[in-house]
């Protein structure tokens, strides 16, 4: 017999095969669709399709060698080792008990949980709880229990001492009074302490006649009797000193009331410590005073004033001058504080001052001049930093300012006293550069699209013909473009059109995606027609969506084109492009 392909959906009338029948990817179907039976190089066989029962008939498809047949369902259970029957037993294993586990293996299963002294064993459904019965619970069987730290707080009693009142049992809080005579020791709230008039002079015994009571040298801390050596010695005085008017002498009945005065022309007082180390005081017939201190000459005898407040130098004439014999050092005055020419104020290390010389400031690091205020300038020799803010400070007529605005990296500016900020840097440079471009051509523009000529002067309707753009050399926005004419335009609306081209993207672009435009009504003969393109800019045939920016490295080039014809072939155009140039990013 002939080999029969079938390649459209047919039948086969009355043929018997006689090799085998090759399917060739084809499906065995009823209705010659793509389902059914298909047949792959191996011998597997697909269903596409196979139709649920209605009820369960208990038959399941195997293969028997290679054959397939049907099986019950005791089959499939036979085949995969399922048995039937009861559960004959369950075992219940505790941690504790009288045998390894509990078993019942006839019939039903039942087991009983029961609690016992002290513990508690409910249920909720299959959930089985044990919990403790506190009043069922021993205290003193439970481990750990200590005897002696329960005890009857009514068998220990705490006694009140000599000197002491209170006590008790300690069932309860228990306090104790101090029981004193109140005469000499009082009890104040939560103190302790001696009377007013408490001591008194006939308290103090056994003191040796012409004795004082002090703290002696020596005595650490301790009161002692002192004797009248020990006096004068402490007060500084020389036994038998009586050159005074209103004196007091070496004879202890001796006392003093009023003023004392020390009436010489030398020196009226003089403290020492020994004859070579002392001080004197001296009074001038004017009234003026000299304090002198005098060293035995191996070290410099020094005036030191230890106030425990405040030093207060009260002039009543105005001026306090710092001098050695008679160079003035420097002075204070209402005036404030005056300095000699070349002194300097130093802090700490000598080698760091603020100085002024004939003419101008100077301060001074390292003994190096760093920063010098002259009349009308101030000369910095070191780089200045300045802490980043938010913004300017508030604004002083006739003064600008320059501070650093707070950004990642922050930014340099300059505030006028108008308060317009000005961006001077942006990232790694300055900011806001103007960069202009600028065009003149000739032409009768008609309603086409012209590209504007950035190298030489002629125009042109179609792009890729001459080289009409450039290679953008940094990051930059278009800001403004103005446009003026030697023809009156006014009777048409104008469309300026950028686009900004990738590296790897030809020139040859299309004339209108990525057309980046804002259009302007023309002027008047020889009058300005500006594009705006700081707003809202289209983006190629759509109204909304361009962008005014330009990428380092981008190609530009721009179109000119005009809805209305108004022009001759003698009208000359003149364009000029404003941009802000980012040179942070270059190419």
Not at 103 to 127: K, M, P, Q, R, Y
Not at 393 to 408: E, L, P, R
Not at 498 to 508: N, V
Request: charged share 20%; glycine share 10%.
């Amino acid at each position: 017999m002939s080999r029969i392909s079938l390649k459209t959906p047919g039948s086969i009338p009355n043929h018997k095969l006689q090799r085998n029948l090759q399917l060739n990817s084809k499906f065995i179907s009823n209705d010659g669709g793509n389902e059914g039976i298909t047949i792959d190089n191996s011998g597997n066989t697909t269903l596409s399709a196979i139709a649920e029962i209605g009820s369960d008939t208990d038959k399941f498809l195997m293969s028997d060698s290679g054959v397939v047949k049907y099986v019950t369902g005791d089959n499939l259970k036979t085949f995969i080792g399922v048995g039937s029957g009861d559960i004959t037993g369950v075992s219940i294993t505790t941690d504790s008990g009288s045998g390894s586990k509990a078993e019942d293996t006839g019939g039903s299963a039942d087991f009983s949980i029961l609690g016992s002294s002290g513990v508690g064993v409910t249920n909720s459904g299959t959930t089985i709880t044990a919990v403790a019965v506190p009043a069922e619970i021993d205290h003193d069987s439970l481990n750990n229990f200590v005897a002696n730290e329960h005890i009857d707080h009514t068998s220990i009693t705490l006694t009140a001492g000599d000197g002491l009142t209170g006590g008790g049992d300690i069932s309860s809080n228990r306090s104790f009074a101090v029981s004193v005579d109140d005469s000499t020791i009082e009890i104040n709230s939560d103190s302790l302490r001696v009377k007013d008039d408490g001591i008194t002079y006939a308290k103090i015994q056994n003191m040796t006649d012409a004795r004082m009571l002090g703290n002696n040298a020596g005595s650490d801390g301790v009161i002692t009797e002192m004797t009248q050596a020990n006096v004068l010695s402490f007060l500084g005085v020389e036994a038998g000193a009586n050159n005074v008017t209103n004196h007091v002498t070496n004879d202890a009945n001796d006392t003093m009331a009023g003023d004392l005065t020390i009436d010489s022309t030398g020196t009226q007082l003089k403290l020492q410590h020994n004859s070579n180390d002392y001080a004197t005081f001296t009074v001038a017939n004017t009234g003026d005073l000299t304090i002198a201190t005098i060293g035995d000459g191996t070290t410099d005898s020094d005036l030191i004033l230890d106030a425990d407040g405040d030093i207060e130098l009260n002039a009543d004439g105005g001026d306090i001058t710092f001098k050695d014999a008679s160079t003035s050092y420097g002075s204070i005055g209402s005036a404030g504080l005056n300095l000699p020419t070349d002194s300097r104020v130093e802090w700490g290390d000598a080698a760091d001052f603020i100085y002024a010389d004939a003419s101008d400031i100077h301060i001074s690091k390292d003994d190096t001049d760093i920063v010098t205020f002259k009349d009308d300038q101030v000369l910095n020799e070191v780089p200045i930093k300045i802490k980043e803010a938010a913004s300017a400070v508030a604004d002083t007529a006739a003064y600008g300012q320059i501070w650093i605005k707070t950004a990642t990296p922050n930014e340099l500016y300059f505030t006028n006293d108008a308060g317009n900020d000005v961006q001077i840097t942006s990232g790694s440079g300055l900011a806001n550069m103007p960069f202009v471009l600028y065009t003149q051509f000739q032409d009768d523009v008609g309603i086409n699209k012209h590209y504007l000529p950035l190298r030489g002067y002629f125009e042109q309707s179609s792009v890729g013909n001459e080289p009409t753009g450039m290679i953008a050399p940094f990051n930059m926005k278009l800001q403004k473009a103005t446009m003026r004419c030697n023809t009156d335009i006014s009777g048409a609306t104008w469309k300026l059109g950028m686009w900004a081209l990738s590296s790897g993207t030809s020139e040859s672009h299309h004339h209108t995606n990525g057309m980046n435009w804002a259009t302007v009504t023309g002027g008047a003969i020889h009058t300005n027609a500006t594009f705006d393109f700081t707003g809202t800019l289209g983006d190629g045939t759509n109204a909304s969506g361009g962008s005014n920016a330009v990428t380092a490295g981008q190609w530009i080039d721009f179109a000119l084109q005009s809805d209305t014809d108004v022009t001759s072939s003698t009208a000359e155009f003149w364009i000029t492009l404003f941009f802000i140039a980012d040179l942070s990013n270059t190419i």
